[in-house]
């Protein structure tokens, strides 16, 4: 056919494909502590050239072999979840420590009812924590995501959300304070005459019980609208999350590194050796938090050669799989580390001063100065992998240090709620309304349906409710 021909060309193009053992290296950096310490045995388990000379003190190998015997729920436990939320409030040092108490107290419903009783959690060596301290940090606790843990028992969850929300009329926080069976069964006529029958026998007694309404206002428009109310509220608060019956990261929580503020200045970074240079006499060390991981090397009595040919194949076909894991583990160590400087050189003054000091920072800027490609400072700071720093004010993910939708300000989520506790703390009955005028004048700008979701964030409740 006319205009039609071949012609034969050459061209070059570089395809990078990943090897085995960087695929597991990669593979591990995205692993939890706890995660990877399962990997490890199961590797062990597989390979003879390979032995356990140490396991970590909390979790022996015999644990870890029933771990893998039995299916595991891979879904966010209630407790990390919480946790996870909590670490990321500007909370005091006891206060984090009760409401991890509390949540480590919660059964599989998200409820203390049938646990210990919260004053329990208390500890007594610290006269701050007291009933007060404790109360609120119930509060808190309840205002997380999912709304309505920690509470007494289910009923009571459904109480605490709907005043939470703050948009339940006094018929329906009646019912749902301690009259749950005049809705049963949930049909608008019966629940409208338990309802009268009710209103009537307390006017009918001298000393009867003052209600928040009057028999005018029930009727079948007001029940129904209650009921409606009633019925999108949580049942079960806890139910779309697995349960950690074990306590053990309430024990030894799952750190990656740990950042020490160290006395003696560094004039320069030296983040293979986990240093970070600051300002003044003083410098931060990164140190690789390998505790919960058990230690693994080459058994020396397998390289012995036999003289057997078949058999020293089969010897060297499993020293390097050996070979492989060890280099893996030293490329995950080695990465969280440069990792981790990175991160605490960009947030030196969240590390010094401690929260409301994180400024906005993302993977493509930390993956640029250690030189590794975005999605690996990905695998490490995800906001599911159990990536965590232990610093002086608290332990934190790591996603913790790459804040969200920072606004064009420059200023970050997390530095909003530190403002607005901060604003609240000395007035405590400022509306939404009025905290968006205060964050305005700081020269935040964000809207007051935005301001309504960091303070209930941070189990701040509503002006009302803070008079």
Known sequence: M????QKQTASQKQIQKLSQTQIQAVNFLAMSSRDLSREIYRIVDENPALEIVRSPSTVDSDTYNKMLENSEDDRETLQEHLLSQINAMALSTDENAVCTALIYNLDKNGCYGNMLDPKTLLDKSRPVQDETMLEKCMKVVQSCDPMGCCCKNLEESLLVQAKLTGQADEITLFLLEGHLEFLDPPLVDRIVKKLTNYVNEMAGQAFGKKLPFEKKDVNEDSVQ?????????????????????????????DVAVKVEKVEGQIY????????????????????YANGDLPEVRISRAFLKKSGNAEMDAYREKYYQKAVELMNSL????????LQSCAIVKNQLEFFEKGPGHVLPLTR??????VGVHESTVSRFSGKHNGKFFQTDFGTFPAAYFFPSAPLKSGVSAEAIKFEIKAILDKEPGLSDAKLE??????????????VAKYRLSMGLRNSFDRR
């Open 2 to 5: 006319a205009g039609l021909s």
């Open 225 to 253: 609208k209650a009921l409606n109310y009633i019925l999108k509220l949580n049942p079960n608060p806890a139910r779309d999350f697995s349960y950690d019956s074990t306590g053990r990261s309430l024990q030894a929580p």
């Open 268 to 287: 320069s970074d030296d983040f293979e050796k986990g240093l970070v240079a600051a300002k003044g006499s003083f410098h931060f060390q990164v140190k």
């Open 330 to 337: 030293a490329f995950r160590e080695s990465s969280v580390i």
């Open 364 to 369: 493509r800027k930390i993956a640029a100065l």
């Open 437 to 450: 005028q205060k964050l305005l004048e700081k020269g935040i700008k964000i809207s007051r349906r935005t």
